[in-house]
């Protein structure tokens, strides 16, 4: 029996596998045909549209895919709707089993309300498509963590198989649900998983073992809607910082030369509101690499909205969770911080008017001003899906184009900026930046890890290299290769350097080579040697 898998790519708000992550869900899955004893072809949907490849030889055909929330990509793009079709109509003599995100709805854009799709195949699965195996006449024991730990390592030999491999991160699924007693007015967490249930420790190490032996060296604990919670449900609803210990350190014991060990969500009121949570902070800050990011979803700072949507944090406690991830992870590794806090902030919610948009300005302004450290702000358009509280409520869903716009850029211009300046000041050495698109004569790259920085670059690379940030855009640097040979910098590289321009560009060239530094600073004027010193210390 063959199978082919498609990987349509998820994105929820507790899980990635848009390239270069590749999903739990779709490793489970790939578990599971392995286990009903199937020869299975796993393809990704980038690589049908760059084949143009849609009819397959198969027994059985499943899609995985689907987006619940809106997202920006570089490496991969999620299926779409046509897409789905175009599969379907070109594999009728397959059993056709479309599973994942996409059967709750689709939409594919921030600002939207989604759709109800309908499709032509033998099987909708809407829970989870690898318990649905091998019968194929119900879906058998939902959320059974028993069966993933089991599927979890067969399935890792799917690494390879995936076009970036070596260059994957692997998104590591250690909870499921909210430990909140009520949502959020536009989550779908709630309505795909539940209430919080977490993952046995010993499962998840087992995992990350067997994906380790199959070569990767990059994971995010990123499945998870809030890692501070982890195992909180077995500890009265309280954190359990001994369970996060055991955790982490079995990942390190089993992943000795791991290069990337990060996370994702936090709450905020949740750190806030219990001391123990400084303890798991620690914990993340000591056994992570640098880079690492708690993505705190403060969604708005506006009290109405806050109050209409059900949102859980106030102002105030999200400052407080700031203000302790800073404290505890902000010190420096290799001239990068460990651990920062990100800020997530969504507009479109119930309530929201004009005087939002500068509530939330305030409140990020405020943050840069008294000298603490954001690593990303994240300012989207929130996606209305089918049974949440938005979709049922009676409002007209709508987001002002014209102030989202203007106060996003006001947020980029007057906070992003500054802000990446100060987390990535002039000098600062990102290791190991995989090239993945060029436009003109840039190259844009990323590092592995959560929410990497995009890294614009007119040095020539083809492979993972380190690169020395010379330059900042709100949301991206400039680089440059790492140690830098002033003598073989061509004029674009030269240009830029932050400070340097046409005319210092042309002064360098000029006088070139050099023999050393000590030639540099004779031989070049002050303003023109100060400013390459900075990237050859």
């Not at 290299?465 to 830098?484: A, E, K």
């Not at 350097?497 to 046409?502: A, S, T």
Request: charged share 25%; glycine share 8%.
């Amino acid at each position: 029996m063959k199978a082919v898998l498609i990987d349509g790519y998820i994105d929820e708000p507790a899980a990635l596998g848009v390239p270069p992550y590749i999903s739990p869900y779709i490793r489970y899955t790939y578990g599971a045909l392995l286990k009903m004893g199937a020869f299975v072809e796993y393809i990704t949907i980038d690589e049908i549209r760059k084949k143009d490849l849609w009819r397959f030889n198969a027994d059985i055909l499943v899609v995985y895919g689907g987006t619940t929330v809106p997202g920006h990509y570089l490496s991969g793009t999620p299926i779409t709707l046509a897409e789905i079709r175009k599969i379907l109509d070109e594999n009728s003599k397959s059993t056709r089993i479309i599973s994942g995100p996409v059967t709750l709805a689709y939409t594919i854009k921030g600002g939207s309300v989604a759709i109800l799709p309908n499709f032509d195949a033998e099987y909708l699965v809407r829970g989870d498509v690898w318990a649905f195996f091998p019968d194929m006449e119900d879906l058998g024991a939902k959320d059974d963590y028993n069966l993933v730990n089991e599927l979890s390592i067969l399935g890792a030999e799917l690494l390879k198989e995936h076009p970036l491999y070596p260059n994957v991160i692997c998104e590591i699924e250690i909870s499921r649900g909210c430990e909140r007693k009520s949502f959020c007015s536009f989550c779908t967490e709630p309505i795909l998983h539940g209430r919080l249930r977490s993952r046995d420790v010993s499962g998840i190490i087992r995992e990350v073992e067997a994906l380790y032996k199959s070569g990767c060296r990059a994971f995010r604990l990123g499945r998870s809607a809030n890692i501070i919670a982890f195992m909180s449900e077995k500890n009265s609803g309280f954190p359990n910082p001994s369970a996060l210990l055991d955790l982490y350190s079995g990942i390190r014991s089993v992943a000795p030369d791991i290069e990337v060990l990060h996370t994702d969500n936090a709450n905020p009121s949740f750190i806030a509101r219990h001391k123990d949570s400084y303890k798991i902070i620690e914990v993340i800050a000591k056994y992570n690499t640098p880079g690492d990011i708690l993505s705190l979803g403060a969604e708005s700072f506006d009290p109405r909205v806050l109050k209409q949507n059900n949102i859980g944090s106030s102002p105030e406690e999200v400052r407080i969770a700031i203000e302790i991830i800073n404290e505890i992870g902000s010190f420096r590794v290799d001239g990068v911080p460990k651990l920062l806090p990100g800020v997530n902030i969504l507009h479109g919610l119930l309530g929201e008017d004009e005087s939002t948009y500068e509530i939330n300005y305030k409140f990020l302004k405020k943050t840069l001003d008294d000298g603490l450290l954001l690593r990303r702000i994240n300012i989207r358009q929130v996606m209305v899906y089918p049974g949440t509280p938005l979709w049922r409520s009676n409002q007209k869903f709508g987001v002002n184009k014209k102030l989202f716009k203007v106060w996003k850029e006001k947020i980029r211009k007057e906070i992003d900026l500054p802000m990446m300046k100060k987390v990535f000041p002039i000098g600062t050495i990102l290791k190991g930046v995989i090239p993945e698109k060029m436009e003109g004569k840039l190259l844009f790259g990323r590092q592995l890890g959560t929410y990497p920085v995009l890294v614009g670059s007119y040095s020539n690379f083809e492979k993972k290299s380190d690169l020395i940030v010379v330059n900042h855009g709100p949301r991206s640097l400039t680089g440059i290769l790492y140690p830098v040979d002033v003598n073989k910098l061509s004029y674009d590289e030269l240009r830029s350097i932050d400070g340097m321009g046409k005319k210092r560009a042309k002064e360098v060239i000029m006088k070139r080579p050099f023999s050393g530094i000590d030639d540099m600073r004779n031989r070049l004027s002050k303003e023109t040697f100060e400013i390459l010193e900075r990237l050859l210390r």
